[in-house]
Structure formats: structure tokens, C-alpha cells
């Protein structure tokens, strides 16, 4: 079990819309959520934590305007990345941790959006 | 200032040899994971490292934790080209902190 799934897995789109990654954990509830951003042949950075119910925490330096994020579920967290621009471009990879005393996190597969 | 020290960032060896990554900060981490990722996927879990001292193994690698749970250590014995891909460790502080990761390639 722990499977995290994440949808699209790409999606290309326009400056100046809106795109909305929906992450899922599938067989198992996700008390909380986080949303990564990660650049080509680096580490992930870590844009907010998602908890199911509740605002999500936002890292220093993410603005909470532009990526807006709902965990409406135990299952279910989405990010919507408003406005988008080309800088918005990049690979944005979803984790769930299963339990609360646990701080094993399984990923999503990851989204890669190109903004145009 | 990174709070998690991971080394080598890139590694390129030929297939057969063993290597060591490092993990080293000056904070202590209630547990620390290893994951992989290969491009344009998600990380995917390894193992998890709780107590210090602790060894795990898992088939050709070993993972170590050390004594004051600062610092981890991956070893890969004779590795492979299916081994190739970014490594990276993360320490539990209330969220995971990641390590810069490792670029590894190995050549056949």
C-alpha cells in the first residue's frame, strides 16, 4: 500500500491562466499533504503543507495567492497555480503521510507544467 | 544555509564499483529517509532510519545512521546501471528537510 497518484501528469498552458494539479492517495488517508516544487537536477523545495480541513502552512518566500491550495479530503489535495507564467514552469511532485505519527512521506509521480 | 549536507552532489563511476553518499547536519532528526528518483518521476521511498547506530540493508545497499542521529550514510556495493538516478536523504524535524540530493550515473 501507500500509493500516491497525481493528476496531469503534464499539462502545458498559457501565461496568465489557471492550472489546477490534483494529488490522491489511494489506499490509504492522508491526514496531511505536501506540495514540492522541484528545478531539473536539484532537490525538492518544499511550497506548503496541506492539512486535510484546514489553511494550509506556506514556506517562507511561496506566495499563498498564487499557489492556491484545498485539501477538502483525507484523500485529496489540489494546488492551483493562478496567473500562471513562464517562471511557474517546473516539475511539481504531491506527497501524503500516512498517520500522524509517522514521518514517512510518499510521492505522487509528480506534474510537469510548461507555461507558454 | 542548508540544514542537511548531502555528498557527492554528481558521481559518475563504471559499473561493479562501490560508493558512499553522506548525509551530515548539526541537528539531530527524530528519523531519516532515503529516496529515489529517476527523471520525470516522483521519489520513491527506500528505507527509514530511526535509532542511531542504526545499519539497514536492503539487497546491495546499506544504509546507516549514525550514533547521534546527525548524520546517514547510503553505501552501494558493485553497483549497476539500474542503480543510476538522484538520491536523496531527508531528516524529520516536524517536516523533512532534504538533502541537495546525489546525481548518480553508472556506466555500463
Known amino acids: 500500500g501507500a500509493v500516491v497518484s497525481q493528476h496531469p501528469s503534464w499539462v502545458i498552458c498559457k501565461s496568465g491562466t489557471s492550472v489546477k494539479i490534483e494529488c490522491r492517495s489511494l489506499?490509504?488517508?492522508?491526514?496531511?499533504m505536501f506540495w514540492y516544487r522541484q528545478f531539473p537536477k536539484q532537490s525538492l523545495m518544499l511550497m506548503a503543507t496541506?492539512?486535510?480541513?484546514?489553511?494550509?502552512?506556506?514556506e517562507q518566500g511561496v506566495e499563498k495567492d498564487k499557489f492556491l491550495i484545498n485539501h477538502a479530503s483525507l484523500t485529496l489535495s489540489t494546488l492551483t497555480v493562478t496567473s500562471a507564467h513562464p517562471e511557474d514552469s517546473s516539475f511539481y511532485i504531491c506527497?501524503?503521510?500516512?498517520?500522524?505519527?509517522?514521518?514517512?512521506?510518499?510521492f505522487g509521480p509528480g506534474t510537469r507544467l510548461t507555461v507558454t | 544555509t542548508q540544514l542537511l549536507e548531502q555528498s557527492p552532489q554528481f558521481l559518475s563511476i563504471q559499473e561493479g564499483e562501490n560508493l558512499t553518499v553522506y548525509c551530515n547536519s548539526s541537528?539531530?532528526?527524530?528519523?531519516l529517509q532515503w529516496y529515489r528518483q529517476e527523471p520525470g518521476e516522483g521519489p520513491v521511498l527506500l528505507v527509514t532510519?530511526?535509532?542511531?547506530?542504526e545499519v539497514k540493508k536492503l539487497k546491495r545497499l546499506t544504509f546507516q545512521f549514525g550514533d547521534a542521529r546527525k548524520d546517514s550514510s547510503l553505501h552501494i556495493t558493485a553497483a549497476q546501471p539500474g542503480d543510476t538516478g538522484l538520491y536523496l536523504c531527508?531528516?524529520?524535524?516536524?517536516?523533512?528537510?532534504f538533502g541537495q540530493g546525489t546525481e548518480l550515473s553508472v556506466k555500463p
Open positions: 506527497s501524503a503521510r500516512r498517520g500522524t505519527g509517522s514521518y514517512e512521506q510518499y
Open positions: 489506499d490509504f488517508q492522508a491526514t496531511t
Open positions: 496541506s492539512n486535510e480541513g484546514s489553511k494550509a502552512t506556506y
Open positions: 541537528s539531530v532528526f527524530s528519523s
Open positions: 532510519v530511526v535509532t542511531g547506530g
Open positions: 531527508a531528516g524529520a524535524r516536524g517536516k523533512l528537510i
